[in-house]
């Protein structure tokens, strides 16, 4: 099975700018999270989404902002990008079925504000 | 919110030898708790996950242990060897429909030959 694949892997963007990722999960999974990953903060959770509506979020600016498909395929957007916006931008997929709480990575989509 | 304290933050030991990496959570409803691990230029890996209702897991070289009382749990490496060399995060979560990870800050194993 192919695992989470996320594109594009790298971006450059200037201050202002607006972006959007994607991720495409796992066949057969639903759930679909997102999380930020910067030297300085760490890995911190952004939201997450299953059958096209966010069940969770966390403690982003509403610059912040995501959508899933009837696919499961899934899309973050950040507008009016900020220097403190670079980072490595991770997607991670569930199967979830009931008992089912493993999530599984993607590469990552490195996104860098100048 | 959750909070998740990892130590050490960098960690060498010599080729053979163990390794522990120690977790505590803060959230006494988290019942799920994976290791992740992850290379240069890569995504977080799983390699181990506990539930709330074991004490200890183990899958060959590597094991975790869970104490709920004390919130408290450990990642344990036997045998290393130099592939075993990567960033380590531990994580926990309330499960099945809060699938938000929290994750503690990673150490920094290095493995020296």
């Known amino acids: 099975k192919a695992g989470v694949t996320q594109t594009p892997r790298y971006l450059i963007k200037t201050r202002g700018q607006q972006v959007t990722l994607s991720c495409s999960p796992i066949?057969?999974?639903?759930?679909v999270s997102w999380y930020q990953q910067t030297p300085g903060q760490g890995l911190q959770f952004l939201f997450e989404y299953f059958s096209e509506t966010q069940r969770n979020k966390g403690n982003f600016p509403g610059r912040f902002s995501g959508r899933q498909f009837s696919n499961s395929r899934s899309e973050m957007n950040v507008s009016t990008l900020e220097l403190g916006d670079s980072a490595l931008y991770l997607c991670?997929?569930?199967?979830?079925?009931?008992?089912?709480?493993?999530?599984?990575f993607g590469p990552g989509t490195r996104l860098t504000v100048l | 919110g959750e909070n998740v304290e990892q130590h050490p933050s960098t960690l060498s030991v010599q080729e053979g030898d163990s390794a522990v990496i120690k977790c505590t959570y803060s959230?006494?409803?988290?019942?799920?708790f994976p290791w992740y691990k992850q290379e240069l230029g890569k995504g977080p890996q799983l390699i181990i996950d506990?539930?709330?209702?074991?004490g200890e897991k183990k899958d060959q070289r590597i094991a975790v242990t869970l104490n709920k009382t004390a919130k408290h749990f450990s990642l344990h490496i036997t045998e290393t060897q130099p592939e075993d060399s990567a960033v380590y995060f531990c994580?926990?979560?309330?499960?099945?429909?809060?699938?938000?990870?929290?994750f503690g800050t990673g150490t920094r194993l290095t493995i020296i030959p």
């Open positions: 994580a926990a979560s309330r499960g099945f429909g809060n699938e938000k990870l929290t």
């Open positions: 959230d006494s409803a988290s019942n799920y």
């Open positions: 506990i539930r709330s209702n074991v």
């Open positions: 991670a997929s569930r199967p979830d079925r009931d008992a089912q709480y493993t999530q599984y």
């Open positions: 066949s057969g999974h639903r759930s």
